[in-house]
């Protein structure tokens, strides 16, 4: 038998795949180094962050100074966070009386914890929490926050901070919903006076900036009403401001009622559905389903545009900060005030668009494109 | 009553309410009744609460003087002694559509690279464009302007001591001054060279455009037209003897006069709106490229194109499409949101003439009208515009 040594009876083992391949090296090399361009971009971007972050950090944090009661007690040069210390009750309620702010908080409470299971898919006992928050809620939070039967009336003037921001955002979605929905139904209503009609009230009021329509709810909404009738700043803003949001709300809800097959419409018809009845039971529930990321969309967008009251001198969060960094006491403190301010709008905004576009690919069945 | 009198002309089996025409006539007549009630109602009231108050309704006002100055008038001289309300309409007019026009160009400018640089191979570059989108989209505007013009400008330094960038630019609290043009006696032939040079160009465009369906050769067009459109009016500048004139600012003992300046009220309104807005646009130009199936550039590098013509010819084509429409609620939202400028004491018409010239006259409905017929105008006119290029550039559509 001839000697078959130089034949191998098992498999070399694998080399290792050459080091340019894997590792944090190649890792860089593909997505930082992969041509001169993108190496240039990686510099450029690099250097751009070494200017920024840590001059940023460094003011941020480790320079800043977090106790003290004037600005003149911030001395290590960076940021005087003191300033939002001391003034932090003020910037979340306002001028809301000290003992009463319990009413706040419940109200807070109640909020959110009745519209955070409406948003979870598939959460139990959906329809008890949207009859809860659309119909119950709206008197127990005027009663809360307000006052009566009991509880001391606190008067609007007094509200501000991050709690007049809410309830401007969350009141004026409440009410614009069903507004909304109304007005996109008597967009796509066969009946053309009603459709003309609803056309021209949605065009209108996206047509114009917010703020002229706050200047009209501050300076023309009481000419129009019997002489004599008074009322409220905050209410005026509310009506105003709900109006506003039902326009855009009104298109949001348009582009789902455009999204359902004709199908499901002729489906009920020969059913022997009347029209509410069809709306009610087969149209808007697979409508509203799908533009909850818009109106989430939209929801963000007014939480946004809430800042304009300054303009009529309502003190909501970013008014009642402004109006503290001009104090004597913190002269000084504007940009603290400005980036406390932009946090928290960015930590509100940014999860619910994080929500919204979750909840678009999961509702995005593939079938389009 | 008139319910009564239709029934009569109808089948009698169908009762009134189960005629589905019939009854949506019933329906409008009353949304009819209720809106001109309603109308009426507030008519009613406003004429009342005008009475009482001793308002004097129309437009008269326009004519009487005005008697402030509005800070911002790069287009018509504004004499605060001579001007009228109406003079202070057109100076807001005019300076809100500046500020709409120069946002819009230099938001989509910066959107389109950062939604462009969104969709990099490189991961830092790529990274550092979504951090801008997502930090810049989700702060209110109206605080990214306070921002710029309280905590950014507001501490450049004082009058006296302004940053000069070699001694043509200055740099200070009041504002970026820089030499004004001033055209001299011949500047015609600069103008016609322009003309002429672009004439040129579109002609050449349509040249090369046949000569390559023809023969399948390109022309480089860009360059050609870049070329034309610097030489041509060069030469037509040493003919005439440079015939532009540079007005520098001169210090004197209140600051700096003269030359041309850009307010920080200004600065900052355009940094805040085309920045806020370029957040927005960068991501709808992402989702452009992104709705662009892949199929169409493996196709285009099989045919052996390049990709940045790939990009340019095959991609961008298509993805403009998908684009444009959100583009122009953009644009629309832009021009609204220039309004912001009310915060920071700009010179557009919500400011001087829904601020201070309602506090003067106190008309305040013909005031407000005015000022949402204006936007609902501009409104409309852009919309316009934008459903006219979406149409031509559909119809590339097969």
Redesign the interface.
Known sequence: MADLSYVRTESHPDMPPPSSEVGILAWLRQNLFSGWLNSLLTLAAIYLLYKILPPFFGWAFWNADWNGTTYKDCTSGGACWAMIRVRFDQFMYGFYPEAERWRVNLWVVLLFGSAIPLLIENSPGKKYFAIFLFILFPPIAYLLLYGGMGLRVVDTAQWGGLFLTLVLATVSIVVSLPLGIVFALGRRSNMPIVRMICIAFIELWRGVPLITVLFMGSVMLPLFLPPGTNFDKILRTLIVMSFFSAAYMAEVVRGGLQAIPKGQFEAAQAMGLSYWKMMALIILPQALKIVIPGIVNTFIGLFKDTTLVLVIGLFDFLTIVQAATTHKNWLGTSTEGYVFVAAVFWVFCFSMSRYSITLERRLDTGHRN | MAASSETQGSTPRVSLWNDPQKR?LI??AI??VM?VGFFGF?IN??A???E?RGIASGFGFLYSPAGFDVGMSPFLTYEPSKATHGTVLIVGVLNTLLVAITGIVIATIIGFIVGVLRL??????SR?AYCYV??LR???????L??WY??VL?TLPSKRDSISMFDTFFLNIEGLFGPLPVPQDGFWMILLAIAIAITAIVMIKKWAQKRQDETGQPFPVFLVSVGLLIVLPLIAAVIAGFPLEFEHPQKNRFGLRGGMIILPEFAALILGLSLYTASFIAEIVRSGIQ?I?HGQTEAAYALGVRPTVTMRLVVIPQALRVIVPPLTSQYLNLT??S??A??IGGAEI?AIF?GTS?NQAGQ??EI?AI??GF??TV??LISMFMNWYNRRIALVER
């Open positions: 949506s329906y409008q949304v009819v809106i507030v009231n406003t009342d609460n005008l009482k990099s191979p490189n991961w830092l570059v550092m997502e930090t989700n702060i209110p505007l109206l605080l990214q306070l921002f309280f905590a507001g709705a199936s609204k949101n309004s912001l009310v915060a919500v829904a309602l305040a409905i407000i000022t949402m936007y609902l409104s409309l």
